[in-house]
């Protein structure tokens, strides 16, 4: 069965500082998803990631794949409070199936 | 924008009832799927549907769930006799094709929260 693990579980940082999630996957998959998820919200897609070597950035945040790795990160740079939040990496199993990891929860400190 | 949407956004039930969680995917989706959150727990895959089937379950989607297009637009999830365990938020979730070698991009609505007393 696969397994998606994320560290650290919980963050806490300064804003201004510079910090790397990481998202590793026990099973080859092509297919990994970056999600952002605010207290009692729904979860808001940040990244879609489809090929090896694939890397994704969106104002302070970067994500990047290593299929061979079974590794993705998501970059934080110079955080700002606003992105504090729970961020969740899933794989795809198949196509009709997202394996979610447990989450990391980033709190950003002014 | 088109956007996925659930109804209601919070369901009090007393363990034992049924319930019905609704979902308006996306319009010209295909794929549908459901997701469970208990709180502050990772999300997890309950079933996904396609052609008026299911496609896939997890172990966690057992007898007392099951799930409909009852028209052309809503998608349920009914659990027959809820537990305490049930609690949880349930997402529900819309792509279009979900072909092999496709672009499959779920699409998540703001969940249901279900609480079971």
């Known amino acids: 069965e696969l397994k998606v693990e994320q560290n650290p579980l919980f963050l806490s940082m300064q804003e201004g500082k510079n910090y790397t999630i990481y998202c590793n996957y026990s099973?080859?998959?092509?297919?990994l998803y970056w999600y952002r998820q605010d207290p009692g919200k729904s979860l808001e897609s940040l990244f879609v990631?489809?090929?090896?070597?694939a890397v994704k950035q969106e104002g302070r945040l970067m994500a990047s794949l290593d299929t061979k790795a079974r590794l993705s990160t998501l970059h934080i740079t110079a955080a700002v409070h606003d992105l504090s939040a729970t961020y969740f990496c899933?794989?795809?199993?198949?196509?009709?199936?997202?394996?979610f990891g447990q989450g990391t929860r980033l709190t950003i400190n002014p | 924008e088109p956007e996925v949407t659930q109804t209601p956004s919070h369901q009090v039930t007393q363990m034992g009832q049924e319930v019905i969680l609704r979902c308006v995917p996306i319009?010209?989706?295909?794929?549908f799927y459901w997701y469970r959150q208990i709180l502050g727990q990772k999300v997890e895959f309950l079933v996904s549907?396609?052609?008026?089937?299911?496609?896939?379950k997890s172990e966690i989607f057992d007898d007392q769930f099951s799930v409909e297009r009852p028209d052309g637009s809503n998608f349920t999830l009914k659990i027959r006799s809820t537990k305490l365990e049930d609690s949880a938020m349930y997402f529900c979730?819309?792509?279009?094709?979900?072909?092999?070698?496709?672009?499959?991009?779920?699409?998540f609505g703001p969940g249901t929260r279900l609480t079971v007393t």
């Open positions: 979730a819309s792509s279009y094709s979900g072909l092999a070698g496709v672009y499959n991009e779920q699409y």
């Open positions: 099973t080859t998959s092509d297919r």
């Open positions: 990631l489809l090929s090896n070597g």
């Open positions: 899933a794989v795809e199993v198949r196509v009709q199936k997202l394996v």
């Open positions: 319009s010209n989706h295909l794929y």
């Open positions: 549907f396609y052609n008026n089937e299911i496609s896939e």
